[in-house]
């Protein structure tokens, strides 16, 4: 039976159980310095290519000296032997990189564009004048300190603040059976802290010997409501914003904590329990996508087109205003938080004092060029990189929504991006400016939060119809304290809209980036297999043209033609074959869905989950099954209700489909993973005989 030990004794267990891996760690394996070997060799160079490339320049030497046939015959078939031992040393280690980085496109990027040097991949370098105190002085929260932050919200704001969303109560975790503790840290990542008494992996290997006490550990904390002392250090690695930034400007990065290994665990024990818990009471913001099963950029994009695309087949043009905030998880403030969670989400009890001492008694420091800052004590913001820090800071944002509620003006939010829009007439200019008192009151929202809105990346894009656009062309915004005219484009979660919503920058963008990457894959071809080059072109391609792809629907012949051009010369890339064949074959034999019913089976599919409880529920609400007014053959039969639309050239294409009569055969009372895959695999051979087949 297990029974939790109090809070002192809990922080000596774990102090002693990292004293215990450092020590043995230690002893098994003592830390040696070693001087680096300045000549840098090809990392697939091993003793036996070593070994052979030394036996070809004896060789080689003697028959120069002596000019005799048999060195001669020797030297060649060694060079052979040699070169071919090097190939395949290559496409070993080829095949070990894209297999261990196989879900990290970033790393597997950087190690592809190494080995083609197509381009400079080296990460921007900290500047030698910075110190680590640099950093850690301006990750403070001096841009907040500086705001003339209003004392108190209007009236209208400060009511929103006190109703609470649900009645309900957390009051304790649940301890942790020891399968699910197993469980949770085989699935994890294997990443390793600065922190870290031993590595992750090593952890992972010796886990059965270990797992009692960090059992003990992990739900002492659940049941106590105590955070060991231990696990409240992160280390800030700084990491620039984008590779084209300026590495000597200190805005341009990122703070990133890097926290212990076991920590992450106790994290995700806790954010299982809490997200169960805010699924089961409906306790989330419904338009929030970020963080959430079943939710994502691409479903939070659907929504968001839709309704554009359905308020321009009613002739109206609609304004699109996408907001950004400036480190908005460093800036956020813990009694507001706390506050929140007691009041608005429903914890108490031992589940409230467990997330008191989480954010209270936290230190950082920054760690670059092996040199290492002062302690500071984090008075305010949550960890970047921790496990529970994007889950909170949702939590941090459920008023928001019932602000810009208060003007009518539709929104949907993706982790800290805002989305507002909203739709009217072109004369109705009035309608529109509603915006500008839903902006204010957003910021005035924010700056009360300690939340700072980013004025230089606020973004105002104005769609529909051409006709109603022009005659809106003079408009002007006043967005809090800054005007801004609409643009005609925008990036808004990784796709670029575009204010006729055809999607002609983003199909252009998505080609060109693709073809760079299937120009890198195209020099390593012939050192891979073809089940190692399969998986950079889905990685690389397939993945980008798969990318929130439901937005395409019905999109130009000319523009998806595009698209159908990489995925040909992917193919090509992949099988060897030559340009003037036909790619129909090629295609058919990869199993691979042509990009217009891979369209079709992205959009079908969030039909489905849609209609079975898989999809959020905002995609829910835009359909629904036929019912015929009288007894029809049709009845029950699946088909969907199609909405009447205008078919105008800027509305017809409102995400509002008509289900095919595929899923009828599965049973309906079980909608599980296995069900679910069936589905897939049905409906992916279904449109693959369509695609193929006439």
């Not at 998880?329 to 589940?351: K, S």
């Not at 810009?404 to 991006?417: E, L, S």
């Not at 034999?589 to 079908?604: C, E, G, M, T």
Request: overall charge positive.
């Amino acid at each position: 039976m297990y029974s939790p030990i109090d809070p002192v004794e809990l922080d000596k267990l774990t102090e002693g159980l990292e004293n215990t891996f450092r020590s043995t760690l230690d002893v098994v394996a003592p830390l040696k310095h070693k001087i680096e070997r300045q000549k840098k060799l090809a990392p697939w160079y091993n003793d036996q290519t070593r070994t052979l490339k030394q036996l070809v320049r004896n060789l080689e030497r003697k028959y120069r000296s002596t000019k005799l046939e048999v060195f001669h015959s020797a030297f060649k078939d060694s060079l052979v032997k040699y070169r071919k031992e090097l190939n395949k040393a290559r496409s070993a280690y080829l095949a070990s990189q894209i297999e261990i980085n196989k879900n990290n496109p970033r790393v597997l990027f950087r190690v592809i564009s190494k080995l083609t040097k197509s381009q400079a991949v080296t990460e921007p370098q900290i500047p030698a004048i910075y110190t680590s105190n640099d950093f850690m002085d301006f990750f403070i929260r001096d841009k907040i300190k500086q705001m003339n932050i209003t004392s108190s919200l209007s009236s209208g704001l400060a009511d929103l603040e006190q109703n609470p969303v649900t009645e309900v109560r957390l009051e304790v975790f649940n301890p942790l059976p020891q399968l699910e503790l197993e469980k949770i840290i085989s699935s994890s990542n294997s990443t390793t802290c600065t922190l870290d008494a031993v590595p992750t992996k090593l952890l992972k290997q010796v886990l059965p010997d270990i797992i009692k006490p960090l059992l003990m550990i992990v739900n002492s904390s659940l049941a106590l409501g105590h955070v060991p002392k231990a696990f409240k250090t992160a280390v800030i690695k700084p990491l620039i914003k984008k590779p084209n930034l300026d590495p000597s400007v200190l805005s341009n990065y990122r703070p990133i904590s890097n926290l212990p290994f076991i920590s992450k665990i106790l994290e995700k024990a806790v954010a299982q329990q809490l997200c169960s818990y805010l699924q089961r009471n409906q306790i989330y913001e419904k338009f929030q996508s970020g963080f959430r099963p079943y939710h994502s950029t691409e479903t939070a994009l659907v929504k968001i087109t839709n309704d554009l695309l359905t308020a321009a087949d009613q002739d109206c043009a609609s304004l699109l205003v996408l907001l950004d905030l400036s480190a908005a998880f460093d800036t956020i403030d813990h009694t507001i938080l706390l506050e929140r969670l007691e009041n608005m989400v429903g914890v108490t009890g031992t589940a409230l004092a467990w997330f008191k001492l989480y954010l209270t008694d936290r230190y950082q420091f920054v760690r670059i060029n092996d040199m290492s800052s002062s302690y500071t004590k984090v008075r305010y913001g949550i960890p970047q990189g921790s496990i529970l820090g994007p889950l909170l800071f949702t939590l941090y944002m459920l008023p928001l929504g019932k602000v810009i509620r208060k003007h009518n003006v539709n929104f949907h939010c993706y982790g800290d991006d805002t989305q507002l829009f909203i739709s009217a007439k072109p004369d109705d200019r009035v309608r529109l400016k509603k915006i500008e008192d839903c902006v204010e009151d957003v910021k005035s929202w924010m700056s009360h939060n300690f939340l700072l809105l980013n004025s230089d990346k606020t973004e105002v894009l104005l769609l529909g119809p051409k006709a109603a656009r022009n005659k809106l062309s003079d408009l002007m915004l006043n967005l809090a304290d800054f005007s801004v005219t609409p643009g005609s484009t925008a990036k808004n979660l990784g796709v670029i809209i575009d204010s006729d919503l055809a999607f002609d920058k983003h199909i252009s963008n998505v080609t060109r980036t693709a073809f760079l990457h299937l120009r890198n894959i195209a020099k390593l071809r012939n050192a891979l297999s073809l089940h190692d080059a399969e998986k950079l072109v889905h990685a690389f391609i397939t993945s980008r043209l798969d990318y929130c792809n439901a937005l395409l629907s019905g999109c130009s012949c000319s523009n998806l033609n595009k698209l159908q051009l990489v995925q040909n010369a992917a193919a090509r890339v992949l099988t060897k074959t030559r340009k003037f064949d036909h790619i129909s074959p090629v295609l058919s034999a990869l199993h691979w869905l042509p990009v217009k019913f891979r369209i079709d089976y992205k959009i079908l599919l969030l039909a489905y989950k849609a209609l079975h409880g898989l999809a959020p529920e905002y995609l829910q609400d835009l359909i629904s099954y036929y019912e015929p007014p009288r007894l029809l053959r049709s009845q029950g039969s699946g088909f969907l209700v199609v909405p009447k639309i205008q078919r105008s050239s800027a509305g017809g294409r409102a995400f509002s489909y008509k289900a095919p009569q595929l899923w009828n055969n599965l049973p309906e009372y079980v909608w599980d993973s296995d069900t679910v895959s069936i589905f897939k695999s049905r409906l992916k051979t279904y449109l693959f005989s369509l695609a193929f087949d006439n």
